[in-house]
């Protein structure tokens, strides 16, 4: 643990006082790394502080990394409503040490089993405005973490089912403190009001938004989770909870929804095959469709491999360019191609192939930008036309004591979903990734509205492995459509200039997606705008709130201690023994 996080955490230790259950264990389990101590062996890197010290308590009681997940996972569906929960979805990558090998599980949200094409289309045929389709019951699409949790703690898991919901459970019931970030997200949402039990749970009886300290209770939450404890997933996807989100979602009158309690009963959780590729020394594996990221995060290195970052300043004004380069490629290709391959043909291995990425590389030119990209294969779909992507989203990484690893991203798409609450939970808005227009250039767009279909999504869980099969690194972040290029960028930090897991998720953002080229505002990349404009970048400085957390392997002692990373733009932490 190094001392900023320890620092970090003590400083919160006003709000944390009133959860006694978890926030001493807190404080006890984050003392400094003192020169001559052992590197931790297990960690757990989450958006909170009481979620991810959830995750540690399972590690400490000989849990596994998906227990630990598992745990923590639903301790920040409680204190970070606004970004995931067991009302939305979720990708999990998992390292199994033993076997030196990689599954990835899909707990992406479906479209209705009744939606279609024209599920975002006015009368007049024209898309919906983007905030009118999102608040309400139109855009919930059935959730799949806790289906997802389930397949990969069958899977995985070594504790008892139960014990992971524990903590959750003692926190729901005995109140946690609002923390500033939740504090400012609802005080700046126009739309937490519009629905009773969701303008009730986050606003004072004066119908202020809750002041930072605020003791939040959520009984109803705790009372799902201990059905779900005692029932399994059917206990969520069968039954009056599954009842009542149904009639959230379809009782929201001024924008009902399709999902029904058929569709909660049949959605499924999936186990994929991760999409990997080597890059330099190591091994880079990501997520498959129906998110773009592992595909997007994959091309981008693999087009920069030819070039040696490593001999460039990190996030100097010509790595910028480089990295931006290789990203305006990598959207080209997935606003076009990328969507649910169990719907679309998706051309993965054409896309991936190191012939096709060869020649895309050759497109970079170190002294000019190449403006707008083009894709590089032939579809018979079209672009995707430009929509919003609001960021929220959370991303925990995780590594046991034997050496197994989790990287997971979790969401609920827009801040607060869409609004709803059931049963204690924020319901998703995921449906909205989903293109409005079905159709562009009389072409069909691959990510359009079809039944039962998982949107498009960016979540971008990473793991790198070294040429032997060994963990190196777990790394993700929220953040919309710009959460490829924070992983992208991390990674490089990481690999290619040797910096810390701190030093690489704390590390200014940059950004590119096949337009402007995006600098974090405040930062020092910030100097680099004039240097970008000479190379011909269109230039953005705008705030870019990454939440990346990441785990990394110690090169030294024999490869047997990690370290941490815990994006300061939030408020998590990475806790380590």
């Given at each position: 643990?190094?001392?900023?996080?320890?620092?970090?955490?003590?400083?919160?230790?006003?709000?944390?006082?009133a959860?006694?259950?978890?926030?001493?264990?807190?404080?006890?389990?984050?003392?400094?790394?003192?020169?001559?101590?052992?590197?931790?062996?297990?960690?757990?890197?989450?958006?909170?502080?009481?979620?991810?010290e959830?995750?540690?308590?399972?590690?400490?009681?000989?849990?596994s990394?998906?227990?630990?997940?598992?745990?923590?996972?639903?301790?920040?569906?409680?204190v970070?409503?606004?970004?995931?929960?067991?009302?939305?979805?979720?990708?999990?990558?998992?390292?199994?040490?033993?076997?030196?090998?990689?599954?990835?599980?899909?707990?992406?949200?479906?479209?209705?089993?009744?939606?279609?094409?024209?599920?975002?289309?006015?009368?007049?045929?024209e898309?919906?405005?983007?905030?009118?389709?999102?608040?309400g019951?139109?855009?919930?699409?059935?959730?799949?973490?806790?289906?997802?949790?389930?397949l990969?703690?069958?899977?995985?898991?070594?504790?008892?089912?139960?014990?992971?919901?524990?903590?959750?459970?003692?926190?729901?019931?005995?109140?946690?403190?609002?923390?500033?970030?939740?504090?400012?997200?609802?005080?700046?949402?126009?739309?937490?009001?519009?629905?009773?039990?969701?303008?009730?749970?986050?606003?004072?009886?004066?119908?202020?938004?809750?002041?930072?300290?605020?003791?939040?209770?959520?009984?109803?939450?705790?009372?799902t989770?201990?059905?779900?404890?005692?029932?399994?997933?059917?206990?969520?996807?069968?039954?009056?909870?599954?009842?009542?989100?149904?009639?959230?979602?379809?009782?929201?009158?001024?924008?009902?929804?399709?999902?029904?309690?058929?569709?909660?009963?049949?959605?499924q959780a999936?186990?994929r095959?991760?999409?990997?590729?080597?890059?330099r020394?190591?091994?880079?594996?990501g997520?498959?469709?129906?998110?773009?990221?592992?595909?997007?995060?994959?091309?981008?290195?693999?087009?920069?491999?030819?070039?040696?970052?490593?001999?460039?300043?990190?996030?100097?004004?010509?790595?910028?360019?480089?990295?931006?380069?290789?990203?305006?490629?990598?959207?080209?290709?997935?606003?076009?191609?990328?969507?649910?391959?169990?719907?679309?043909?998706?051309?993965?291995?054409?896309?991936?192939d190191?012939?096709?990425?060869?020649?895309?590389?050759?497109?970079?030119?170190?002294?000019?930008?190449?403006?707008?990209?083009?894709?590089?294969?032939l579809?018979?779909?079209?672009?995707?036309?430009?929509?919003?992507?609001?960021?929220?989203?959370?991303?925990l990484?995780?590594?046991?004591?034997?050496?197994n690893?989790?990287?997971m991203?979790?969401?609920?798409?827009?801040?607060?979903?869409?609004?709803?609450?059931?049963?204690?939970?924020?319901?998703?808005?995921?449906?909205?990734?989903?293109?409005?227009?079905p159709?562009?250039?009389?072409?069909?767009?691959?990510?359009?509205?079809q039944p039962?279909?998982?949107?498009?999504?960016?979540?971008?869980?990473?793991?790198?492995?070294?040429r032997?099969?060994?963990?190196?690194?777990?790394?993700?972040?929220?953040?919309?459509?710009?959460?490829?290029?924070?992983?992208?960028?991390?990674?490089?930090?990481?690999?290619?200039?040797?910096?810390?897991?701190?030093?690489?998720?704390?590390?200014?953002?940059?950004?590119?997606?096949?337009?402007?080229?995006?600098?974090?505002?405040?930062t020092?990349?910030?100097?680099?705008?004039?240097?970008?404009?000479?190379?011909?970048?269109?230039?953005?400085?705008?705030?870019?709130?990454?939440?990346?957390?990441?785990?990394?392997?110690?090169?030294?002692?024999?490869?047997?201690?990690?370290?941490?990373?815990?994006?300061?733009?939030?408020?998590?932490?990475?806790?380590?023994?």
């Amino acid at each position: 643990m190094t001392r900023r996080l320890c620092s970090f955490i003590a400083s919160l230790q006003g709000h944390l006082a009133a959860v006694a259950v978890l926030a001493l264990p807190l404080v006890a389990g984050c003392a400094p790394v003192e020169p001559g101590d052992s590197p931790p062996r297990q960690m757990v890197a989450a958006a909170n502080p009481l979620a991810a010290e959830a995750g540690m308590a399972m590690l400490r009681q000989g849990g596994s990394a998906v227990d630990a997940a598992i745990a923590t996972a639903l301790v920040l569906g409680l204190v970070e409503p606004q970004s995931s929960g067991i009302g939305g979805g979720a990708f999990l990558l998992h390292y199994d040490a033993d076997d030196r090998d990689v599954v990835a599980y899909d707990g992406r949200e479906t479209a209705p089993g009744s939606a279609d094409e024209g599920l975002f289309l006015k009368a007049d045929g024209e898309p919906m405005a983007f905030w009118d389709a999102v608040v309400g019951g139109r855009s919930v699409g059935a959730p799949g973490l806790l289906r997802m949790l389930e397949l990969a703690h069958r899977d995985h898991g070594k504790l008892p089912w139960p014990a992971l919901f524990q903590p959750a459970i003692r926190l729901a019931e005995q109140g946690f403190a609002v923390s500033p970030r939740l504090h400012e997200l609802i005080a700046g949402d126009q739309y937490l009001k519009r629905y009773p039990a969701t303008a009730a749970y986050f606003h004072d009886a004066a119908g202020n938004p809750l002041p930072v300290g605020t003791l939040l209770k959520n009984q109803a939450y705790a009372d799902t989770l201990k059905a779900v404890a005692a029932g399994g997933a059917d206990a969520f996807y069968r039954g009056p909870v599954a009842v009542d989100i149904v009639e959230a979602v379809r009782s929201a009158t001024d924008n009902p929804g399709l999902l029904s309690y058929t569709d909660l009963r049949g959605y499924q959780a999936k186990r994929r095959t991760p999409v990997c590729l080597p890059y330099r020394i190591w091994v880079v594996c990501g997520m498959p469709p129906p998110t773009s990221g592992g595909v997007a995060v994959l091309q981008i290195l693999k087009l920069l491999e030819p070039f040696d970052l490593a001999a460039l300043q990190p996030a100097s004004p010509q790595a910028i360019h480089l990295v931006a380069e290789a990203s305006r490629l990598a959207f080209a290709d997935r606003n076009r191609f990328l969507a649910d391959s169990d719907f679309v043909d998706v051309p993965v291995g054409a896309l991936l192939d190191p012939a096709y990425l060869a020649s895309r590389s050759a497109l970079i030119d170190p002294a000019a930008s190449m403006g707008e990209a083009s894709p590089g294969l032939l579809s018979q779909h079209a672009m995707a036309p430009f929509q919003l992507n609001p960021p929220s989203t959370s991303h925990l990484s995780v590594v046991d004591a034997e050496g197994n690893a989790v990287s997971m991203t979790a969401s609920v798409e827009s801040a607060f979903g869409a609004r709803l609450m059931a049963r204690g939970f924020i319901l998703n808005n995921e449906l909205t990734d989903f293109s409005f227009r079905p159709a562009a250039d009389g072409l069909a767009v691959a990510n359009r509205v079809q039944p039962g279909k998982r949107p498009r999504s960016s979540m971008s869980p990473t793991l790198v492995l070294d040429r032997d099969g060994r963990f190196v690194m777990a790394i993700g972040s929220p953040g919309g459509s710009r959460i490829i290029g924070y992983t992208a960028k991390a990674v490089i930090a990481a690999l290619d200039w040797n910096l810390s897991m701190q030093q690489a998720v704390a590390l200014p953002n940059f950004v590119n997606r096949n337009g402007a080229t995006d600098l974090e505002e405040g930062t020092s990349v910030v100097d680099a705008k004039a240097a970008l404009e000479a190379l011909g970048h269109e230039v953005n400085v705008i705030g870019m709130t990454s939440g990346l957390h990441g785990i990394r392997r110690l090169s030294g002692n024999g490869g047997a201690g990690l370290e941490g990373g815990a994006d300061p733009r939030r408020e998590g932490v990475a806790l380590g023994e």
